[in-house]
Structures are given as structure tokens and as C-alpha cells.
């Protein structure tokens, strides 16, 4: 659920500064949504573009599998020359 910078500081174990920074990024980029509250705010990672994201590397996910499974048959015959 939406955390604090306080509590979000806190689980990552780095100084609310750092996190600031980073939400500040985060939140113009649209990836978390900030709710204020009082003297507080919250905020909220989007799914949305995370979802978008991840379609989006899905691309490249396939090309680097088949690159690795060229590379793991490549070790393989090498590795097997070197026993015969």
C-alpha cells in the first residue's frame, strides 16, 4: 500500500534524503502517484507503466534467450571437444 518517505527510507534502510530524490524522479516519470495528507504524503507505485515496461522487454527477452542458448550449445561443444 502507499508508504510515507519516512516508512519507504526505513524498509530500504537509506536516509529519507536519498529516497526524496528518488521519488521525485519516480514521480515525474508517472511511475508512483503521490497522495498528500495532512503535513504527509504518500506515495504509490503505478502498475501501469511497470506493465508497459515489461511488454516492452519482452522483445529483447526472447533475442537474449536464443543468444544464450547459442552460448550454452557453444560452451557444450567446447567443453566436449576438450574431453574427446
Known sequence: GP???GEIADRLH???PQVSKHLKVLNESQIVEVRPEANRR???LR????????GWLKTFRSIWDDQFNQLEDYLREIQEDKSN
Do not use: A, H
Not at 502498475?47 to 515489461?54: G, N, Q, S, V, W
Open 14 to 16: 537509506i536516509r529519507q
Open 42 to 44: 504518500f506515495y504509490k
Open 47 to 54: 502498475p501501469e507503466p511497470l506493465r508497459e515496461m515489461d
Open 3 to 5: 508508504l510515507t518517505v
